[in-house]
């Protein structure tokens, strides 16, 4: 059994990591969040201390560090928003832990070069949830893919859209600074997955980028890719809204529709399976999807131009 601390027990993302320690065997030994609405660690760990204030928190681990060796924590998850991300996993490394962190790893690709030193500087590592890549139909994809010998790159157009209401403007994810903008926020691990399956990313355009949605293109070793994000609900395709739903994913290879909608509630799960046999994905492992969302913020949007996806012609008339 291993000893797991959480920074990030509030967030939305928090009870997939209780159960995924829970699942795996493992025990929760403290959870940090400056909100204290984190009731459903009752449901998993209700041993677990809790903290609203980092400070107690630290030193709560280094004394379980120091004097409390059954307890000491072998692994800090880390569900706090985007832009603390790198402070909370050099904290877990300094305090003799390895990381388990959400995406996006870090908003910026030089910000891995830093931790990657803290790792050989500690002896211990950053491990990351790249869930897409244990999932069963894109394990599946990217091996008929590499099994295809194609002399020309695989036409794919990615869409998701997955609505939020008028809080998410107002929270930290609105803010760019600590989100990393939609493309980041909501896009990093789909960006992950077109790099997994398609191989090195050449080539990078984009055609609308606001606080709510972006589009673009992306040409891969064995793909070339359009791509629509969106947190509007406008976005959701109507058959969507009608049936009740407010989420839309689309993944189309050569006009053939990929499904993979099913089967997200247990990655987290499979993840930590794969962490604590020693597969983890590190930290080198998400440089090109990092470097591809840090590359989409700082672009300049060109507006319909080129080759882009089919559902900008909705939006012509905020591109710049």
């Not at 997939?16 to 009731?39: E, F």
Request: net charge negative.
């Amino acid at each position: 059994m291993k000893n797991f601390a959480l920074i990030g027990a509030a967030g939305f993302i928090a009870p997939r990591h209780m159960q995924a320690i829970k699942a795996t065997g493992n025990n929760l030994v403290a959870a940090l969040d400056p909100k204290d609405s984190v009731g459903i660690i009752d449901s998993y760990f209700p041993e677990a201390d809790f903290f609203t204030e980092f400070e107690r928190f630290d030193r709560h681990i280094d004394k379980l560090r120091r004097c409390n060796h059954s307890n000491q924590v072998d692994y800090v998850s880390i569900c706090s928003p985007n832009y603390l991300h790198d402070s909370h996993m050099r904290f877990a490394l300094r305090s003799g832990a390895d990381a388990i962190c959400e995406k996006p790893l870090v908003l910026n690709p030089w910000n891995i070069d830093a931790l990657q030193e803290i790792e050989k500087d500690t002896g211990h590592q950053v491990n990351t949830i790249l869930q897409l890549r244990v999932h069963p139909a894109i394990i599946a994809l990217r091996e008929q893919m590499q099994q295809k010998q194609c002399t020309t790159k695989h036409e794919v157009d990615l869409s998701y859209i997955t609505a939020r209401g008028h809080w998410y403007l107002r929270s930290w994810k609105g803010d760019t600074k600590k989100s990393g903008g939609i493309a980041t926020n909501i896009g990093v691990h789909f960006f992950d997955m077109l790099h997994f399956i398609f191989g090195e990313l050449q080539e990078s355009r984009v055609h609308l980028c606001s606080n709510t949605k972006a589009a673009g293109y992306l040409e891969y070793e064995h793909a070339r890719v359009r791509w629509f994000l969106s947190v509007d609900v406008e976005d959701v395709p109507r058959s969507q809204l009608d049936a009740g739903q407010r989420t839309y994913r689309s993944i189309t290879v050569d006009g053939e529709e990929i499904e993979f909608s099913g089967g997200f509630t247990d990655l987290h799960v499979r993840s930590y399976e794969e962490i604590l046999a020693g597969r983890g994905f590190g930290l080198e492992a998400n440089r090109t999807a990092i470097t591809t969302v840090a590359a989409i913020r700082n672009a300049k949007p060109l507006g319909p131009q080129g080759d882009y996806h089919p559902m900008l012609n909705n939006h012509l008339r905020v591109c710049p």
